[in-house]
């Protein structure tokens, strides 16, 4: 084992003759050769079984043993044509075996592609799982998404997105509500080499390290990410080397040596669970088969593959454990032969199985994580109330109610927030619950996920929606999916304070309502008073899926209303009659309900029916529906931009059902095609707002 030189002083002596090459080769080496040269160090495993019994290496020698013979397995029916897609493991399985058996069994790992060790080291069915693979009704996700794709709570497992990297953030959430919890447990999450170049990635380890979360980092160094060699993927001599930049431990062992693997993280999550705090641990192993079968190996160089197949992580243990006498050729008969029937026993089960009918009401029904809304109103007290001071004042009165919401943001602690709304909150709920975060969006947000599979509520504020794109793929990825892909509810309200009329420029002024209106698994409200801007946020942060609450920032401090003392709910998806009006419709939610209202001063003969939608996912169709009826003509006017804006899903949508109840065109009026501007000029001529008036009047010429 190799620990972080710079933050342990320790280097070990291959390490050290390795660095003197590299200074003698002055760093050029290509990343093949740095592998090559690795392995003429150190091609001799040396196996320590330290204090161990036989029963310990023995369990150890199944475990490693079972994922190789069913990923061999998996080989020969890929062959065959009978199943679809393989990504080997094969020569990197004693990491997954190694820090599985390593852990407690209700500390959570979330593996990555290639750990179909993690799985198999839960003792997962192997029913349901090879019908995961095969996309049957018994897997895990009910065919909706493929092969290591999914977690199961009962098993501790979170699996990967394709993404690979948004799994550190969602690590982090799960090591923070441990926590939070007082619950003494480590969390492992799994990356591949070419995976540590992500965004994602440099993200979590950062909050893990300035949150002492205790996760272990894992990095299975196998030389290569797709095609791409290690050369081409990082600059670093060692990842331990890395923790140096993150201020802390950096670990750097045999991947390939499964006792090194068990005995290393066995001390360290005990260590981990006293004193908590994140640790990168590098692996360093080898890819023995291409990226995923189909792809091959082409690329790697013939004697690589050569020399690493001698540091086969089974044969080599095999060996060693038949040296020390601890089993003999007949007990590795004798397990091959039980794991072999397992095997062709539980294939043969999924094989009779077919794949889901598909049924589009349940599909759609599994979106969204059940729940029933139950309203609840407040009669008592009322006071005047700014937007901002509803929007605190939810956010607090929520804070009170569920003990498990925890509230992330940057500068949200002791300074309040950019926009004050979390101001005095640390002194009422401590630090632990109001977390200031680093500039870390991506992460924060999947560590809103992490908190929900451990049962927790998460609200997260963006300083300024415009910075969501640092989150988005957390969002519209992960947050999103989670539930219809394997049941895993997301919990988190992400706080967006929106929208133009400060002549803030293209960065701190967008309206991106609509860049998430078009995702399945979210819910978007958007409330335009005060008194919808609490009730529809305490909503929110009770419903358990993931809500975007977007709040307009011109709105803050420039409207007050009286609004119940007490803590209530308004239904999500309900929109509200602002204005009641035979003329026109005018849909509309956010600023635009303002701007609707001072329009119609100035057209006094006009009767206006103004909905404001206040949800925009779901919308409510039977309010839209309703007011078309009334007044056969509509104008549709959002604050955002008009192509591809909520105006025109709701546009096509009373086209497709109301068409009969029309007698004009429906009609939207949305800012420019174009970002938005900084100058008050440019930016008043952007937004909609001076078009509204000419938009009614032709529409009621009709
Ligand atoms: C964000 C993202 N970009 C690209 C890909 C395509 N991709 C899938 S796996 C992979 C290589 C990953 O390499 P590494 O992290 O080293 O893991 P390994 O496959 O070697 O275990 C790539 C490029 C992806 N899944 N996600």
Same mark, same amino acid.
């Given at each position: &084992? ?10 070990? !002596? *291959? ?5 003197n ?8 080496l ?5 592998? $090559?040269?690795?392995l ?5 495993? $040396?196996f320590n079984r ?8 023995r ?11 069913i ?7 890929l062959?065959?044509?009978k199943?679809?897609?393989w990504?080997s493991?094969?020569g990197?399985?004693?990491?997954a ?8 069994? @209700?500390? #959570?790992?979330?593996?990555?592609h290639?750990?179909l ?6 003792k997962?069915p192997f029913s349901?799982l090879?019908a995961? *693979? ?9 065919g909706? @998404?493929?092969?290591?794709h999914?977690g199961s ?8 997105i394709?993404?690979? %990297?948004?799994?550190n953030?969602?690590?982090? %959430?799960?090591?923070?509500a441990s926590r939070?919890k007082g619950e003494?447990?480590?969390? =492992?999450v ?9 965004g994602?990635?440099?993200e979590?380890?950062? /909050?893990?390290?300035? *949150?002492?979360?205790? /996760?272990?980092?894992?990095i299975?160094?196998n030389?290569?990410?797709l095609s ?5 993927q990082?600059?670093?001599?060692s990842?331990?080397?890395k923790?140096i930049?993150?201020?802390?431990e950096?670990?750097?062992? @045999?991947g390939n ?17 006293? $004193?908590n705090?994140p640790v990168?641990?590098?692996c360093r192993t080898?890819?023995m ?7 091959g190996?082409k #690329?790697v ?5 050569? &020399? *690493?197949?001698k540091k086969?992580p089974?044969?080599n243990?095999e ?6 006498k601890?089993i003999d ?5 004798k ?13 043969a089960?999924a094989?009779?199985?077919?794949h ?7 599909e759609i029904n ?11 109103d407040?009669?008592g007290?009322?006071?005047?109330k700014?937007f ?8 607090r009165q ?7 919401l ?6 949200i ?7 004050k709304?979390t101001? %005095?909150?640390?002194? $009422?709920?401590?630090?632990a619950?109001?977390?200031n975060?680093p500039?870390?969006?991506?992460a924060i947000?999947?560590?809103g996920?992490g908190?929900s599979?451990k049962g927790m509520?998460a609200?997260?504020?963006m300083?300024?929606? !415009?910075?969501?794109t640092?989150g988005?793929n957390?969002?519209v ?6 539930h ?7 919990d =988190?309200?992400?706080?967006?304070p929106t ?5 803030? %420029? ?5 309206s991106?309502?609509?860049? +998430? +209106?078009?995702?399945p698994?979210l819910?978007?409200v958007?409330p335009s ?5 609490k009730?529809?946020l ?9 809500v975007?609450?977007?709040e307009?920032?011109?709105l ?8 119940p003392?007490?803590? #209530?709910?308004i ?7 602002i ?6 419709s005018?849909?509309t #939610?956010g600023?635009g ?12 003969s006009i ?8 949800t ?10 309703e ?8 104008i549709?006017?959002?604050?955002d931009?008009m192509?591809g ?25 949305a ?9 008050p000029?440019?930016?008043q ?16 010429? +009709?």
């Open positions: &084992m190799t620990r972080s030189c710079l933050s342990q002083g320790i280097l070990s !002596d *291959w390490q050290e003759s390795l660095s090459f590299y200074v003698a080769n002055d760093f050029t290509s990343g093949s050769e740095h592998l $090559k040269t690795r003429t160090l150190r091609h001799i495993m $040396k330290k204090r161990y019994s036989d029963t310990v290496l369990d150890l020698y199944e475990a490693l043993l079972l994922p190789r013979m990923e061999e397995k998996m080989l020969i029916l062959r065959q044509n199943i679809s897609k990504f493991g094969i990197q399985e004693a990491i075996v190694g820090i599985t058996q390593a852990l407690e069994p @209700d500390e #959570y790992i979330l593996p990555m290639r750990n060790g993690v799985f198999t080291g839960r997962m349901r090879f995961q *693979w095969q996309g049957t009704m018994q897997g895990y996700t009910k909706r @998404d493929r092969s290591f999914f709570n009962e098993h501790h497992i979170v699996g990967m394709s993404h690979l %990297g948004p799994q953030g969602v690590a982090d %959430g799960i090591a923070l939070l003494r447990k480590v969390t =492992v799994f990356n591949g080499d070419g995976g540590t170049s992500e994602d990635f440099h979590a380890v950062n /909050v893990a390290a300035v *949150w002492d979360l205790p /996760v272990i980092f894992v299975e160094n030389g290569y990410g791409t060699p290690s050369s081409e990082f600059r670093c001599e990842f331990a080397d923790g930049g993150y201020g802390i950096g670990i750097s062992i @045999d040596n499964v006792l090194e693997v068990y005995d290393t993280v066995k001390h360290l999550a005990e260590s981990m669970r006293e $004193k705090r990168l641990l590098e080898f890819r088969r291409g990226h995923e079968e189909a792809s190996t #690329y160089p013939k004697d690589l593959m050569e &020399m *690493w197949a086969d089974l044969e243990y060996q060693y454990l038949i040296k020390e601890v050729p007949q007990y590795v008969e397990a091959k032969k039980k794991f072999k029937k397992e095997i062709e026993d539980a294939l089960a094989f009779t199985e077919s889901p009918a598909a049924d589009s009401a349940t599994d979106v969204y994580s059940p729940f029933t809304q139950k309203v609840k407040a009669s007290e009322r006071l005047e700014r901002i001071d509803a929007i605190s004042d939810g956010l929520s804070m009170e109610r569920y003990d498990n925890v509230l992330m943001g940057q500068d602690a002791e300074y309040g927030g950019v926009f709304i101001e %005095g909150f640390v002194e $009422k709920f401590g630090k619950r109001v977390r975060t500039i870390c969006e991506s947000v999947g560590a996920l908190l599979v509520k609200m997260v504020e300083q300024f929606a !415009d910075f969501v640092e988005f957390q969002i990825n992960n947050l999103a999916k989670s219809w892909r394997w049941g895993q509810n997301a =988190v309200v992400v706080r967006m929208g133009a009329g400060t002549a803030a %420029g293209p960065f701190h002024s967008q991106n309502e609509a860049w +998430f +209106f078009h995702t698994g819910k978007i958007y008073s005060p008194f919808d801007a009730g529809l305490c909503a929110a942060i009770e419903d358990p899926n993931p975007l609450y977007f307009h920032k011109l803050y401090r420039s409207i007050r209303e009286m609004i003392a007490d803590y #209530y709910t239904e999500i998806g309900k929109a509200k009659r204005h009641q009006g035979a003329d026109v005018i849909i #939610y600023m309900v303002h701007w609707a209202s001072e329009t119609l001063k100035e057209l006094p009767g206006a029916d103004v909905i404001d939608l206040r925009l996912l779901p919308w409510d169709k039977e309010m839209i529906e007011t078309v009826r009334k007044t056969s003509r509509v549709i006017l959002h604050e931009s192509t804006g909520i105006g025109a899903e709701i546009s096509a949508w009373i086209n497709e059902h109301c068409f009969k109840y029309l007698d004009a065109p429906v009609t939207r009026v800012a420019l095609d174009t970002p938005i501007p900084f100058a000029t440019l930016e001529n952007f937004l909609p707002r001076a078009r509204l008036k000419a938009a009614i009047e032709n529409v009621m010429k +009709f």
